[in-house]
């Protein structure tokens, strides 16, 4: 049975992932009282802080990463559709959601409460700090390393064995062929600054 904590867009499509999966869904909480109902689940507000096998289906990092510091909860190991792939030697840490059609590809190393979505591509040797956000359709190509709480927006392109800092939001369709530092907001092909990202302020 498992709790989800979070009730909208991207809960829906975790609550797909438990159900394609022929797991039991415990309870559906959110703290927004204007969510009733998700799927024809009853949503129910957060009461207490200690929860047993719960998925934060929040899609914002920095809001997935508040609650799990709040919460005394034990997370799932990792949620994963049966519909992606997995290679050899592949670690995904706790909390981790792997949607429909993603491939992660040999010896990649995925961290705690990332967001592998759909039809993504995680190549072999990547490595994903925690918090980290690869959204539906982008490539992660050999070999990169994407640091802690970063997203990689829908459609991007990593070269091979770049490095991508903290907390970085790189934009839909980007192509990225230089290392991005901590807290950039980067977009375009080929990527470019765009600003600093102060959404872990
Ligand atoms: C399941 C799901 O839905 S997961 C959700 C996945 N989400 C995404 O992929 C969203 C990714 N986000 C983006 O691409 C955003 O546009 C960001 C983060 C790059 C920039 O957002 P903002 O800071 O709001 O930028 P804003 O919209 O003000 O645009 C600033 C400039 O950058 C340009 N720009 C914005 N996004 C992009 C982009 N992806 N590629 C190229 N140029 C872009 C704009 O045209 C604008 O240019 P201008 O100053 O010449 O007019």
Redesign the pocket.
Known sequence: MITVYGAS??AK?VIDIIKSNQKKIAQILDDNEAITKVLGFLVEKPVAKTYRDVVIAI?DNKIRKAIVKQLDATYVKALIHNTSVIGSDVTVGNGTVIMANAIVNACAKIGAHC?I??GSIVEHDVVLRDFV?V??G?IVTGGVTVGEGS??????IILPNLSIGKNV??????VVLKNVADND?????PARI??K?TNNE
């Open positions: 867009g991207h499509v899609g967001i979505n759909s956000h959204s539906p982008s997203q990689i927006g829908a459609g991007a939001m790189i934009g839909a369709g980007a907001v980067v977009a375009g092909n765009l600003k990202n």
